[in-house]
């Protein structure tokens, strides 16, 4: 994310801010965690109010997230990942997906949010056979984030680059396209893109997305479908392509709910 406080690095003088809401907490509310204030709550039911479709499309933007880390495991032979904006942790996390498939996989976490800083201890376990490790820094940084990331992961072999519903929060469109190039910069052939993130098609989704921002929160800019394809220029995009959420492998028997939110998984060639 690219919204916060110190880092805990900074001593025990790191603050929590609980005055306004936060977007980390509030996604934790909406996916039923406990880790979120009662401002983050109340900001929480009134985008609910506005938009029901908000609970349910955080939920699908995990279980995307889910089979992409298992699709490129077993299908692509994947054993790295590097999950930026990864917020706070619920049930089943970035490294205990990859490291059930495969328990010598090797996971980054990199986020900035004080709370999901205090919880990194818990996000720095996983298995033997693997590596799981967390990072404070900002999307803004992408070279101080793949500095760090390679004292986890080996940068010369393929990574999973992660980034689900974050890349919203980047306001300014050419920035939002420059943490995306420049992450996969580094990355070597091979490596894969994970993305998922909001569309601007859905007219009660913006009338909350509005509301939100003026409550004082870090604002979230909601994208044309064109602009969100964009992230993935030059990349080979596995099938399906560039599709809504729940429309991404889904599971058999599932049904298929709309919603708006764009996901792809492309490949650096």
Request: net charge negative; proline share 7%; with cysteine.
């Given at each position: 994310?690219?919204?916060?406080?110190?880092?805990?690095d900074?001593g025990?003088?790191?603050?929590?801010?609980?005055?306004?809401?936060q977007?980390?907490?509030?996604?934790?509310?909406?996916?039923?965690?406990?880790?979120n204030?009662?401002?983050?709550?109340?900001?929480?039911?009134?985008?609910?109010?506005?938009y029901?479709?908000?609970a349910?499309?955080?939920?699908?933007?995990?279980y995307f997230?889910?089979?992409?880390?298992?699709?490129?495991i077993h299908?692509?032979?994947?054993?790295?990942?590097m999950?930026?904006?990864?917020?706070?942790?619920?049930?089943d996390?970035?490294?205990?997906?990859?490291?059930r498939?495969?328990?010598?996989?090797?996971?980054?976490?990199?986020?900035?949010?004080?709370l999901?800083?205090?919880h990194?201890?818990?996000?720095?376990?996983?298995?033997?056979?693997?590596?799981?490790?967390?990072?404070?820094?900002?999307?803004?940084?992408?070279k101080?984030?793949?500095?760090k990331?390679?004292?986890?992961l080996?940068?010369?072999?393929?990574?999973?680059l992660?980034?689900?519903?974050?890349?919203?929060?980047i306001?300014?469109?050419?920035?939002?396209r420059?943490v995306?190039s420049?992450?996969?910069?580094?990355?070597?052939?091979?490596s894969y893109?994970?993305?998922?993130d909001?569309?601007?098609?859905?007219?009660?989704f913006?009338?909350?997305?509005?509301?939100?921002?003026d409550?004082?929160a870090?604002?979230?800019?909601?994208?044309?479908r064109?602009?969100?394809?964009?992230?993935?220029?030059?990349l080979?995009?596995e099938?399906?392509g560039?599709?809504?959420?729940?429309a991404?492998?889904?599971e058999?028997?599932?049904?298929?709910?709309?919603?708006?939110?764009?996901?792809?998984?492309?490949?650096?060639?």
């Amino acid at each position: 994310m690219t919204d916060g406080n110190p880092s805990p690095d900074h001593g025990p003088e790191t603050k929590i801010n609980t005055d306004v809401p936060q977007s980390a907490r509030i996604w934790n509310y909406w996916l039923g965690g406990t880790d979120n204030y009662e401002v983050d709550r109340l900001a929480g039911d009134q985008y609910v109010s506005l938009y029901p479709g908000i609970a349910p499309l955080a939920r699908a933007g995990r279980y995307f997230m889910d089979r992409a880390i298992r699709f490129l495991i077993h299908e692509r032979g994947i054993r790295q990942f590097m999950d930026c904006g990864t917020g706070l942790p619920t049930v089943d996390n970035t490294h205990e997906i990859a490291q059930r498939a495969a328990p010598e996989a090797r996971v980054v976490y990199v986020d900035n949010d004080p709370l999901v800083l205090a919880h990194a201890r818990a996000l720095m376990t996983g298995t033997d056979e693997g590596r799981t490790a967390y990072i404070d820094c900002n999307l803004d940084d992408p070279k101080t984030i793949l500095d760090k990331v390679a004292e986890t992961l080996d940068l010369t072999r393929p990574v999973g680059l992660m980034i689900v519903n974050v890349l919203g929060h980047i306001i300014e469109p050419a920035e939002a396209r420059g943490v995306v190039s420049g992450l996969l910069d580094g990355l070597p052939s091979g490596s894969y893109l994970i993305v998922a993130d909001c569309t601007d098609e859905n007219e009660a989704f913006n009338a909350a997305q509005r509301v939100y921002d003026d409550a004082g929160a870090v604002p979230y800019r909601l994208r044309s479908r064109e602009f969100i394809s964009g992230y993935f220029e030059g990349l080979e995009v596995e099938e399906p392509g560039l599709v809504e959420v729940n429309a991404w492998r889904p599971e058999v028997g599932v049904e298929v709910e709309p919603l708006p939110t764009l996901c792809g998984v492309g490949r650096k060639p």
